[in-house]
């Protein structure tokens, strides 16, 4: 505990310099209210436009971060009653055409030429939202976190055009206000811009930012400086209702098919410009993109993140408490196993320097496993400290519903009564962001002291233009529970120190290069070593923006418990048996400006058992731009073990199709073949956006034994959803 206060005290006395005004307070650009009405057709006609400022003399952030960019970038902003205005003249700098992969929404930010909108409607550096567009026409928006960190799978809506030049691309959007989040009364937001050109290379932003920085990075953000506060748009209540009908059958268990006829909805209310209230009654997600599967040779559970709007929106203030694999709340374990009825949820800001986020979910009864209904609540607060920090809490409520657990019949399964979670983190965020990092207590409460665990863990980054560093440890009890979270392993003390420095050569072909060193270590309670890995790496970057890198690293494994180490199910490696190896291995990248892209890796060494292992990965993409985009990923490993295993091969490809036939049509077929899992899935999304944020899905899935091909389950779902504004 002494050391956890110490770690407090440091986070606490970071230099005062730190803490300091705004970095780039100067880049100021003024935002007058619209004098004519307009139009959103990419064409900059309208009287507003001439009138408005103009921001441009962009400052280069890569290839290097010391000069204005080459590539001219001119920006205004207007706004009226209902909407904030932006329009982008994108002007060439190189003849030829534009680079895209596709007019898929929210591409690939290092694959196409693209502009992008940063905004941090609070100026506290911390939050705001994003929106832009490529050189096609296809639209990006995310919600931002943690001061440059991107959820693009929020979706809302607002409309943009993009019309093409040959000496330049234009974009002009409309974001209506009913949209994001600010405070009332505020004149002054945050803003940058970036821009970048994959003809030239470079990167650039509006405010400058350094190069080892995001250029989403909002501790560098700009002000964005109203004539008069924005307008109060009144009561904000948006409507969206689904209708849904689909059939699926399950051809293994021989089963008469399932047909769906559902309706539900979703609302937002915003309680004041800044807070929102979230409702959903019924909720289907059917047509969220499927995840993307691995081969696990994993010992512990795998990571998948979530993609459901409902649980997106502010949803860092519940998601980001933790690290990535001490999380006491993940948002996926809600409607895992069980249908979910409702849900609600309050979330945002009451004033610059205090967030709230609140939620509470019921899932109904599962007749076949005896599942219980189940009400999932969390509460999360958190209070900003200095210029970007702030101090979170957070507690965590799963509670089974009319349920006892000494009341179930033999031979059914048990579920806990309850299980809560309690902690408190300390997130660090320097004014210049070289200094960031946290530290977190976490207690688990359960209905007997089995369930009681204590959890600590703190970080601490620096990372200037050359170097960065980081110190991690981690202490998670055998008892602590966190049902509702993601924690893979208990029962141990972890450190994870690494460190890198980067070398920038005046050279006309190479950005930098440079080496990273880091080691892991894992103790058990008892104090024995349970796991070590340490790796050292050297990696070039050129200015084509293709990378390169080498690796080798040591291994070792003491097992706490039997472990396949082919997870197929079969024999298993002794507890207390003690594993060691050395591996290498390479990674390439290749320039995103070619029509055809591909990227590797490679491992070779050794394995558990004094066995070997290869691995390599493919990542090829052919675009058809801007209409189709093709890819295919591919990862074979092969293990030898001395027997009863064996020689043990693993296939898993991934063909995936993108046509855009415009930026509200979309049709996306992926394949994946798990030779792992025995499994071939196939889905087919059609997407027609008939309305910013309303949408007609088609979606079929199938899943498939490889040998000899039978169908295991097949699905087929349409699916109408519409945003309606109050």
Same mark, same amino acid.
């Given at each position: 505990?002494?050391f ?5 005290l ?8 730190l ?6 307070v ?5 935002i007058?209210?619209?004098s004519?009405? &307009?139009?959103?057709?990419g064409?900059m006609?309208?009287?507003?436009w001439?009138?408005?400022?103009v921001a ?5 952030i890569?290839?290097m971060?010391?000069?204005f960019?080459k590539?001219k970038t ?5 706004y ?6 932006l329009?982008?003249i ?5 003849e030829g055409?534009?680079?895209?992969e596709?007019?898929?929404?929210d ?6 030429d693209?502009f ?6 609070f ?9 832009g567009?490529?050189a096609?026409?296809?639209q ?10 991107m959820?693009?799978s ?5 409309t943009?055009k993009?019309?093409n030049?040959?000496d ?5 959007a409309a974001i ?5 989040r600010y405070?009332?009364g ?21 405010a400058?930012v350094?190069?080892q920085?995001p ?6 953000t ?5 004539d ?11 409507? &969206?209702p689904?209708v ?5 059958k ?9 047909y769906r006829?559902? &309706?539900?909805?979703?609302a937002?209310?915003?309680l ?5 209230l979230?409702l959903t009654v019924?909720?289907?997600f ?16 795998l990571?998948f ?5 409902f649980f997106l929106?502010n949803g860092?203030?519940f998601a980001n ?6 999380r006491p709340?993940?948002?996926r374990?809600?409607g895992?196993?069980?249908p979910?009825?409702?849900g ?7 004033n ?5 986020g609140?939620m509470t979910?019921q899932?109904?009864e599962v =007749?076949e ?9 969390v509460?999360?607060?958190q209070?900003q400290?200095g210029?970007?920090s ?11 519903l009319?349920y006892?657990?000494?009341?179930t019949?033999?031979g ?10 309690a902690?408190?983190?300390y997130n660090?965020l320097s ?6 990092g946290?530290a ?18 703190a970080?601490?980054r ?6 960065i560093w ?13 049902e509702?979270?993601?924690?893979p392993?208990?029962g141990?003390?972890?450190?994870s ?6 070398f920038?050569?005046?050279s006309n072909?190479?950005?930098n290069?440079?080496?990273d &060193?880091?080691s ?7 104090g ?13 970057r050129?200015r084509s ?20 180490p082919?997870?197929l199910?079969?024999?298993k490696?002794a507890?207390?048996s ?6 290498w291995?390479?990674?390439y990248?290749?320039?995103?400006q ?9 491992r ?9 292992r290869?691995n390599?990965?493919a ?5 058809f731009?801007?209409?189709v985009?093709v890819?295919m990923a591919?990862n074979?490993?092969?293990? =030898?073990?001395r027997n009863p295993?064996?020689?043990?091969t693993f ?8 046509v ?7 049709l996306t077929?992926f ?5 792992q ?7 087919t999304?059609?997407?027609?956006r008939?309305?910013p ?8 899935t199938?899943?498939?034994l490889?040998?000899p ?9 349409l699916?109408f959803t ?5």
């Open positions: 505990m002494r956890i206060a110490l770690l407090f440091l986070f606490f006395a970071m230099p005062c310099s803490l300091a005004q705004k970095i780039n100067d880049y100021r650009l003024h007058h209210k619209a004519s009405p &307009i139009l959103i057709d064409v006609d309208e009287k507003a001439e009138e408005a400022e441009t003399d962009f400052f280069m890569t290839p971060d010391t000069s960019a590539v001119d920006v205004r902003m207007s009226d009653e209902e909407n904030l205005y329009i982008v994108n002007h060439h700098a190189v055409p534009y680079m895209v596709s007019l898929r929404r591409f690939s930010f290092g694959k196409n693209n992008l909108l940063f905004m941090d409607p100026d506290d550096q911390t939050n705001g939202f994003s929106f567009a490529n096609a026409g296809a990006w928006d995310g919600i931002m976190s943690n001061g440059n960190q959820d693009l929020w979706d809302n809506k607002w943009s993009v019309t030049y040959e330049k691309w234009i974009f002009e209506p206000f009913k949209s994001i405070k009332k505020i004149t002054e937001w945050g803003i940058n811009f970036s821009r970048l050109d994959l003809k030239t290379t470079e990167k650039s932003g509006w400058p350094p190069r920085f250029s989403s990075t909002l501790a560098y700009g002000t964005l400086v109203w008069n506060p924005p307008p109060q748009i009144g009561p904000n209540v948006s409507i &969206i689904y849904l009908g689909g059939s699926s399950n051809f293994e268990t021989g089963e008469d098919a399932n006829r559902e &309706i539900g909805m979703d937002k209310i915003g004041t410009s800044s807070l929102n979230d019924n909720p289907d059917s047509q969220v993109e499927v995840d993307r599967q691995v081969t696990n040779l994993d010992r512990f559970e990571f993140p979530e993609r459901r709007q929106e860092d203030l408490f933790g690290y990535s694999s001490i709340f993940f948002s374990r809600i895992l196993n069980a979910i009825h409702f609600a949820r309050v979330s945002g800001k009451i610059k320097d205090w967030r709230i609140a979910m899932t109904g =007749e496993s005896a599942l219980p209904g189940q009400n999932f609540s509460v999360s607060v209070r400290v210029a970007r702030n101090i979170s809490g957070i507690f965590v409520n799963k509670q089974s009319r006892n657990p000494e009341d019949p033999s059914r399964p048990v579920y806990s009564q309850f299980n809560r979670n902690g408190l983190e660090l004014r210049n962001n070289q200094w960031t946290k977190m207590i976490l207690q688990s409460f359960g209905p007997d002291q089995t369930n009681n665990g204590f959890v600590h863990a970080n601490l620096y990372a200037s233009g050359n170097l980081n110190w991690q440890h981690e202490y998670v009890s055998d008892s602590y529970t966190a509702v979270g993601f924690v392993r208990k141990y003390y972890k450190i120190p690494n460190a890198g420095y980067m920038f050569p005046k072909k190479i950005l290069h440079g080496p &060193i880091g892991t270590f894992f103790w058990n309670k008892n024995e070593k349970t796991d070590q890995s340490t790796y050292a790496a050297y990696s070039v050129w923006q293709s990378r390169f890198m080498l690796w080798a690293g040591y291994d070792f494994v003491k097992l706490q418990r039997p472990f396949d082919t997870n199910g079969g024999d490696l507890p207390g003690e594993h060691e190896w050395l591996a291995g390479t990674e990248t290749s320039k995103p070619s029509i055809f892209t591909y990227a590797f890796s490679t070779m060494g050794g394995y558990y058992e004094d066995g070997k290869f390599v990965t990542d090829l993409g052919y675009r731009q801007p209409y985009s890819a591919a074979y490993n092969q293990i =030898e073990l295993w064996g020689t043990t296939w898993l490809v991934g063909p995936r199709i993108d855009t036939l415009t930026n509200t049509v979309f077929t394949i994946q073949y798990n030779e899992i025995k499994n071939i899935n196939l889905n999304r059609f997407q027609w008939f309305a944020a309303s949408d007609l899905f088609l979606v079929y199938d899943n498939y490889p040998e091909f039978n169908v295991k389950d097949r699905s087929l779902v699916k519409y945003w309606w504004n109050l």
